[in-house]
Nanobody, 123 residues
């Protein structure tokens, strides 16, 4: 019964900010690795950020210093704060969960996925 539901996407001007949320049900978030991926039109899923069960984090080079992943285990939710947004950040953003002990950066390693939320960065 694991479900992930993303929210918070929308239209924002370049340089602006958005905060995405991912609500998880069916599993305890504190024992999971949670990641954000994104998919731009015509492209494959791209790793964005992840937070491991140990609380360590990892970011793609393209978003370091601009995005921040966080988690609230009490609420069983994770978040992606996106600042200084660029046009190239435009994509559908997906929340994903990995039940393994290793933090992975490829989508095939993740067990559960949300349906995605659209982020569009305008000029």
């Amino acid at each position: 019964q694991v479900q992930l539901v993303e929210s918070g996407g929308g239209l924002v001007q370049a340089g602006g900010s958005l905060k995405l949320s991912c609500a998880v049900s069916g599993r305890t978030l504190s024992r999971l690795t949670m990641a954000w991926f994104r998919q731009a039109p015509g492209k494959e899923h791209e790793f964005v950020a992840a937070t491991h069960r140990s609380e360590t984090t990892y970011y793609a080079d393209s978003v370091k210093g601009r995005f921040a992943i966080s988690r609230d285990n009490a609420k069983n939710a994770a978040y992606l704060q996106m600042n200084s947004l660029k046009q190239e950040d435009t994509a559908v953003y997906y929340c994903a969960v990995d039940t393994s002990f290793i933090l992975h950066r490829t989508p095939n390693n993740y067990d559960y996925w949300g349906q995605g939320t659209q982020v569009t960065v305008s000029l």
